[in-house]
């Protein structure tokens, strides 16, 4: 079985989208009117530097995100199976998945990032080498409670983000713990998938609202839950709402579709970011893990939440838990 993946905020660069965008001359000329300039200078030319800034970058990640994609189609790609994106991605996933047109989507990324890129204070860190445990085990027993775990990206591969003040009081404690290989604050404008972004999402609930969605035609495993998006309209609008709020479990994204049974991973993007990340990620946990631990309410909430308002049914929730989804293994 095969999945698409798409990369998110992070992969933007100058040059980025060389040589697609002369072959999809009426989406550029969408994506020119949607944001009232032109995308094709925006990512080949970088002017002022505008792709270092989140109402730029996300909007330019996803036209060539999609691109990509429909060159792939175009050049009769296999179908994917399963679909999934980092962050930001997952709005190309649900563009492949049928969810929206690609002008929709981009309405809603373009409202996504004015919100988030508004949303400054706060800051973010990656920190290498050791696991989510360990990581939130040391911000506990430090008493740090304005920093949790923003990116589940590999097994040792996480984001932090919250208060800058409390990353700059943790930095010295990582650097000197067994087994990290680097704590390196990242350049971004405020603190995503945290709470600090609880009043863009907020606000963004209110857009989505407004928003049709078609059904996803293939599965698009979820960032916030780590399982395919639940099916409705209301079910994708709860879902990308609170993914602004919400750690990106990348690790749980993978093990589930490879549990699924794909088997083939290909990055739509330009980039290999993912697919170095995917690399890192084995099929199973390691048995001495405590797997689930860290965000099995969460997911039990999501699934309870989705039965309440119908976007679930019960044998939907109950075909989940008895996969694994939600139980100890």
């Not at 009081?169 to 680097?182: T, Y």
Request: charged residues 25%.
């Amino acid at each position: 079985m095969r999945s698409y993946v798409f990369p998110g905020q992070g992969v933007q660069k100058k040059g980025m989208g060389k040589g697609l965008f002369e072959h999809f001359p009426e989406l550029c000329r969408q994506a020119d009117e949607v944001l009232g300039y032109s995308i094709e200078a925006l990512c080949l030319e970088n002017p002022d530097r505008q792709l270092s800034r989140t109402t730029y970058a996300q909007p330019a990640i996803y036209v060539v995100n999609a691109l990509h994609y429909l060159t792939a189609r175009r050049q009769d790609a296999a179908p994917a199976d399963y679909l999934a994106g980092h962050s930001l991605g997952e709005y190309n996933a649900l563009f492949a998945a049928g969810a929206f047109d690609f002008e929709t989507g981009l309405r809603l990324v373009k409202r996504r990032a004015e919100l988030m890129g508004q949303a400054d204070g706060g800051g973010m860190a990656a920190v290498v080498g050791v696991s989510g445990e360990t990581i939130a085990e040391t911000l506990e027993a430090h008493g740090v409670a304005g920093v949790v775990i923003a990116n589940y990206n590999a097994p040792e591969q996480h984001v932090l983000s919250g208060s800058k003040e409390e990353l700059e009081r943790i930095k010295p404690v990582f650097e000197k713990l067994d087994g990290v290989r680097g704590f390196v604050p990242l350049r971004v404008s405020g603190a995503f998938h945290s709470p600090w972004m609880a009043t863009a999402a907020e606000e963004f609930r209110a857009f989505l609202d407004t928003v049709e969605f078609g059904e996803i035609r293939t599965p698009v495993v979820s960032n916030v839950t780590g399982l395919p998006f639940g099916s409705g309209a209301q079910a994708i609008r709860e879902t990308l709402a609170d993914q602004i709020t919400h750690a990106v479990r990348w690790v749980e994204c993978v093990r589930y579709m490879r549990k699924a049974g794909v088997s083939t991973f290909e990055e739509l993007g330009g980039s290999k970011v993912l697919t170095s990340l995917i690399d890192q990620i084995p099929a199973e946990e390691p048995k001495d893990a405590a797997p689930w631990r860290e965000y099995r309410d969460e997911r039990v909430l999501a699934l309870l939440r989705g039965c309440a308002n119908g976007t679930l049914s019960v044998d939907e929730v109950i075909a989940t838990i008895r996969a694994g989804g939600t139980s100890h293994r």
